[in-house]
């Protein structure tokens, strides 16, 4: 676990939006092997990849083929901002989404980073930029964070655990209809095809059931 090699093969965004300091700074923290494993690199060593994989719907093909001219920026209609921290607050991550018409909604990863010291001012400003976005988050799992949004005047709406895996099968089962679209990111796509996220979105579908797939003549035609 302490070689940065083993590192980019678990965590491909490793060196372009994941800063290699963070996933460092992780490893040095780490108390218990198992919780890094799962926190940072998405393995659960004692679930057979068979299982895991069985339970990560994504459609990744269906997500390469929505990517095009749909940044999350200016004005956006309908704009929501989600924060992500990782446990025992070593990084966070922000990703922002926005309405592009009455059937497709745009996604986009805005920034991951060592810490959260800089997530309430980064937050604010994004906030402000996209025309007052809605702020979520899982106040239980942002514990660092809340004092220091409240503090720069950043409201934000608190989703628990159920909603959160009711969201999570929601972008998959949209992302496999063609709902989802985005602006090209490569390097969330090979993050997004490497099996560790595989085990990833699947430790996600754990908490509720697994989305049912569409049609590929659903989906959207570029």
Sequence with gaps: MSDPRTWQQAVPAMGTWIDPSTVEEQVARALDRDELLAERFAVWPSRPDAVVESLSDLDLQAWIDAAGPHPVDGTAPGAVIAIAVSRGGGSATIAAGRRVDSEHIAVEHKKTG???LWVAAYVKKLKAELGDAL????AKNATAIVASLQGVGVKFMSMNLD????????FIEHTNAGAIVHRDQPEVTASSSSPACAHSRAAAGRRGKPPKRRSPSRRRRQ
């Design 114 to 116: 060592a810490g959260t």
């Design 135 to 138: 702020v979520v988050l899982d």
């Design 163 to 170: 909603e959160i895996a009711a969201a999570h099968a929601l």
